[in-house]
């Protein structure tokens, strides 16, 4: 772990604004940053169909901020970016399937509020430091693998299309106007406090959610499509690491791990860890298949070089912690019903 | 020329709507369409700052429908497509800088009426057929020279960002819900009816304005920058090529030339051919040199090899056109004011 972490005053009595904050990672930046001594302000919209969860900051509600707005409000976002010094810009829609059926509404969040956001940032708080997280959805097929970030960019779907343009914003905006920025490209990120009610911010949730309730695990396909995963406390580091080193600004960054898996065996892996239930291998929902990338693992070996990042946590442990935690709070996240 | 433009009956009869119908494209493409029989009905807003001039259609005015409308308008633009044999998506913001002084208006235009223009034929009119016209900011800065279609995408600007976005939306339309749709990556093009009065088209455009106005033509920086120039013409010809060649659908075509010129001796050629004039070399505006790509010339090599198109008037030749052109008409164009 880079001593950064624990061993300055980096993070100490610094503003923090983070969007998407009650969402899986924002939550999970947050516990960590309020740990640092840093004065944080989450800003989420709640709607239900995203990743926010106020249960996901009970435990350190009375040590933050939280506005509930979202990202759409230009008004609201003005306001509170003022006088920030970081920003991690996490809020975003996230689901292909939905970007494909409502293409209107992922583009005002994943490109409109982009533009709102980081207009507001230049001309009330140029001096921010902002962290945006991306996708590896926008290289769409891989033609090679590991997929560095220099790999063509092609997206398959709206979401991709529309993430391409988040970040690309936040690039220009760093380049042409100054404002700090760099970009993290995420791959399947995973772990306490993410969506598991349904798959709409990975597969891998609803298939936590799955075990839990003695469901079998569903493989879609014929199970060998290859993926990498991130705890997300090491998704964290990354995005730590990205705001307090100057190095990063105006950069592109992968996340990824080295430990990639093919679908079977992580949902054998799943099972054993668990220590119980099963999984089967469905046929691939056509509206799925025709916006599949195929295998896909990342090269993060660049943002290892420019800031020191390895991720930490190897993906049995982090299956095994995620399991303990929506286990033990499985009220707050699903219900029978789901 | 191919002869599928004069000796079939492609286009007789057929229903075409032009999006930015009233705009320097738009208008040439509409008194080729008229000529070969087609109705045609012309959709522009003539915001003032666009390209929509109604003289440009003056001479065909009684062979076509006109109507005003806003691409960003999703009503209007629902009922327009209905019925339609094809559709010439050609309504932009084409401006750079106005891109980054007002990004909100170039998503608004460039990505979420693209949006809805293609919901509208999904839901509507499933079996139109589209051709949009992108352009080679979407490029940036050359890797390399010619610049093929297979050259990484990286925009320099607000405007190229969003072009991608909208030829993307259009490629994944054809390929997820199979509305037949194909992109033409427009590099200069010029021509009668071009906007002249600013370089809100391109720089090319005042240039012919100064030039008959008795202004030195303005060449930014060292004018060594290399560029390469279609006439509207052989635009034209691509356009409907790929409309009436199910070979384009999907497709992706750079237009281009073989005699690509830098700036210094384009003014000269310019000079040459109207008989008198000046240019003179100034400074580069920093708001300009920041999204400036340097040199770039286009590889068309494809459209060629597909579809059999091929530019066939000279850029002197086409330059003579053009002055003839706007020397006689130039009261429609722009005022000593200007």
Same mark, same amino acid.
């Given at each position: 772990m880079p001593s950064a972490f624990l061993s300055d005053d980096a993070w100490r009595?610094?503003? *923090?604004?983070?969007?998407g904050g009650l969402g899986f990672i #924002?939550?999970?930046?947050? @516990? @960590? +940053? *309020?740990?640092? #001594?840093?004065a944080v302000t989450l800003v989420d919209s709640l709607v239900p169909e995203y990743g926010g969860n106020p249960f996901n900051v009970a435990d350190i509600r009375d040590r933050l901020q939280v506005n509930i707005a979202d990202v759409r409000d230009p008004h609201s976002i003005r306001y509170l970016v003022a006088g920030q010094d970081f920003l991690f810009n996490l809020a975003g829609q996230t689901c292909h399937l939905d970007s494909v059926r409502d293409p209107q509404t992922d583009l005002e969040i994943n490109c409109r509020a982009q533009l709102s956001i980081l207009e507001a940032c230049r001309e009330r708080n140029p001096a921010i430091r902002i962290v945006f997280t991306s996708t590896r959805q926008i290289y769409g097929v891989p033609r090679y693998l590991p997929v560095d970030e220099d790999h063509p960019l092609a997206p398959v779907d709206i979401n991709g299309i529309n993430k391409l343009a988040g970040e690309s914003y936040h690039l220009f905006y760093h380049r042409i106007h100054g404002v700090r920025a760099?970009?993290?490209? +995420?791959?399947?990120t995973y772990g306490p406090g993410m969506r598991v009610k349904d798959? @709409?911010?990975? /597969?891998?949730? *609803?298939?936590f959610m799955r075990l839990l309730s003695g469901l079998p695990l569903r493989v879609f396909g014929d199970g060998m499509q290859l993926r990498d995963f991130n705890y997300v406390d090491d998704a964290v580091d990354a995005l730590m690491l990205c705001a307090q080193d100057p190095a990063a600004d105006g950069q592109i /960054?992968?996340? #990824?791990?080295?430990d990639h898996t093919n679908l079977r065996d992580l949902a054998a892996l799943m099972v054993h860890t668990h220590g119980g239930g099963s999984w089967?291998? *469905?046929? /691939?929902?056509?509206? @799925?298949?025709?916006?599949?990338?195929?295998?896909?693992y990342s090269d993060s070996r660049r943002i290892g070089k420019v800031l020191g990042w390895q991720p930490r946590v190897p993906l049995r442990e982090g299956i095994a912690r995620t399991l303990r935690y929506f286990d033990e709070h499985r009220a707050h996240y699903w219900t029978a019903a789901t």
């Open positions: 009595s610094k503003k *923090v604004l983070v969007t #924002g939550s999970n930046l947050a @516990r @960590r +940053l *309020v740990g640092h #001594g840093a760099s970009v993290l490209r +995420l791959t399947n798959d @709409r911010q990975t /597969f891998l949730g *609803v298939w /960054f992968n996340l #990824g791990a080295p089967e291998i *469905v046929p /691939f929902p056509p509206e @799925r298949k025709a916006i599949d990338i195929g295998d896909y």
